[in-house]
């Protein structure tokens, strides 16, 4: 059977018009054994055993609440029954190695932990384990002004960082921009990007070195600090995107860049959804450096009108674009002068423009509230799916077209808005989980919308990662070799599969 041939039948199997059940990749059951992990009061002697190597009381919480916090995501469009059993703190590189080295001899889960705001269940705990989270490791360690790069713990936070480069006048920046409570050990983790990310790529485009602590104890550095090197592998590219399951980052040299001398921020109005795409495309195809270029539907311009979260501004209830432009003064005009043009010849609107920083924030505080807007309409009972895919850029229309008419079918009260220059666009589908057969619902749908996407030569996620709610789709987009590939590294680097074990793969049964 050929490649294609075998893609389809899993398409079919995962959309369930197949009745073979779960799809899961059963191969290879010599290479890659199932792990056995630590029995409960194993890992109750490893909690112990870390009190005592570290010395102190408060490395290690077994609190309720803290356990909560860190095994479940009211964000997270998957959540699982278990919990962490225990979470611990580590203030040094040197404790999250005596961590590991514990953890590795009782065979105990350990769950990379920063910011807690990523989609798909990245941080749950199906096994128990222990989660590990950076909050103490929140330090600026040094900052290289004249090479334009920092050196940061994962717990600094993207915004942070940021306030702290303004304050220290260095005229520098880091452009990745996740969720708002996004630290930059997370950002790691996922692979993550943001409104940014068309003119300044993703996060593995900003990493220069990594201090990692393997499942075993042992610590490494991927790379020195040069902005190039061909030295070996490229282990950075191995470990951004991994979601904490190849080892724990406790260092992080990052680039920065500089701030731009100009800023503008603009929005547009189209009569349909299929305009606002095309115009973006041209945008891209015209070559227009624009610093982001945003997409939202009339359903979520609706919704943030509702959410009053950016009151008393009302926006116009139709597909919007939203624009960033950055540069010289002149390169900034002069790109405008070409957006504009393009929107016009896609039955856009007037271009609607920020006065000053004031109105630019404003202007952009539509785009960032969307989520919180989304959330805000939920009624008890209801929660939102968030889920992410990308296509090449030319396939956006018709994927979002395709997507929303199913969607409205159903009856379901989803909205669309994205990255719309990397081809990446999120659904939020709001739903009432106490009514029987509503989250199959939104389920089914979402599974369409990434075997679409596969279709169109598109990823099941261009930003929010894998986690634990997007295994099978992982499978169908790279097949069962290039996965097996994958399963090989972890089972090197990770030869008990104890690092945040059940994500990205299924462990080996
Ligand atoms: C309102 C909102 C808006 C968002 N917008 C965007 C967006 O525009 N673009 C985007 O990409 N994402 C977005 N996200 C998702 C989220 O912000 C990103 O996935 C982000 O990268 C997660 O960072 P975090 O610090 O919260 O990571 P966490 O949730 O703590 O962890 C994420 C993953 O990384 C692993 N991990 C954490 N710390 C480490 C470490 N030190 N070493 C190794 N592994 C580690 C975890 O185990 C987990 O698998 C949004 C989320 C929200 C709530």
């Not at 590795?104 to 989660?131: C, M, Q, W």
Request: proline share 4%; aromatic share 8%.
């Amino acid at each position: 059977m050929g490649a294609s041939a075998v893609a389809a039948g899993a398409v079919a199997r995962w959309q369930g018009k197949e009745k073979s059940g779960k799809l899961r990749d059963y191969s290879n059951p010599q290479k890659f054994v199932q792990p056995k992990y630590a029995s409960i009061r194993d890992m109750e002697a490893a909690i112990q055993e870390i009190r005592q190597a570290t010395g102190d009381e408060d490395t290690i919480s077994t609190d309720s609440e803290d356990l909560h916090r860190h095994g479940y995501s009211e964000w997270s469009s998957t959540n699982i029954d278990g919990l962490p059993v225990a979470v611990a703190y580590p203030k040094t590189t040197a404790e999250v190695s005596q961590i590991a080295k514990i953890c590795y001899k009782y065979r105990v889960p350990i769950i990379p932990f920063s910011g807690g705001s990523s989609l798909e269940g990245n941080f749950s705990a199906p096994f128990g384990g222990v989660s590990v989270d950076f909050a103490f490791m929140d330090q600026i360690l040094q900052l290289h002004q004249e090479d334009m790069d920092i050196v940061v713990q994962p717990s600094v936070s993207w915004m942070e960082l940021n306030d702290e480069l303004a304050k220290r006048q260095t005229g520098l920046f880091f452009p990745v921009d996740p969720g708002p409570s996004a630290k930059i050990g997370g950002m790691v983790g996922t692979n993550c990007s943001g409104t940014n990310a068309v003119r300044y790529g993703t996060m593995k485009d900003w990493v220069i070195n990594l201090t990692v602590v393997l499942a075993d104890g042992t610590v490494i550095k991927t790379k020195r600090r040069p902005r190039k090197t061909s030295a070996g592998y490229n282990l950075n590219s191995l470990f951004v995107g991994s979601e904490g399951t190849l080892g724990l980052v406790t260092e992080i040299t990052l680039k920065l860049a500089v701030v731009p001398q100009e800023f503008s921020v603009a929005v547009v109005t189209f009569p349909s959804i299929r305009d606002a795409a095309a115009a973006a495309a041209s945008v891209m195809r015209a070559g227009v450096q624009v610093a982001a270029m945003e997409i939202m539907d009339e359903v979520q311009m609706k919704v943030v009108n509702l959410s009053g979260s950016t009151a008393p501004r009302k926006w116009k209830e139709l597909p919007t674009l939203f624009f960033k432009f950055s540069g010289t003064k002149a390169g900034v005009k002069e790109n405008i002068a070409m957006v504009s043009a393009i929107a016009k010849a896609h039955r856009g609107g007037e271009f609607e423009f920020a006065k000053d920083a004031k109105e630019q924030k404003l202007l952009w505080s539509a785009r960032k509230e969307s989520l919180w807007s989304m959330l805000a309409m939920r009624k008890e009972g209801s929660e939102v799916w968030s889920t992410d895919v990308a296509v090449p850029f030319s396939r956006l229309a018709d994927i979002i077209e395709i997507s929303k008419k199913e969607m409205d079918d159903l009856g379901l009260f989803a909205s669309v808005l994205g990255h719309i220059g990397d081809g990446n666009f999120h659904e939020s589908i709001l739903y009432d989980k106490t009514v029987p057969g509503e989250r199959e619902k939104v389920e089914q749908c979402v599974k369409n919308m990434v075997a679409r996407a596969l279709e169109m030569e598109g990823t099941c996620t261009g930003e929010h990662g894998i986690g634990i709610g997007k295994k099978e789709a992982l499978l169908m987009e790279v097949g069962i070799d290039t996965l097996g590939v994958m399963k090989s590294i972890k089972q090197a680097l990770d030869p008990h599969w104890i690092m945040n074990p059940g994500k990205i793969m299924d462990v080996p049964i």
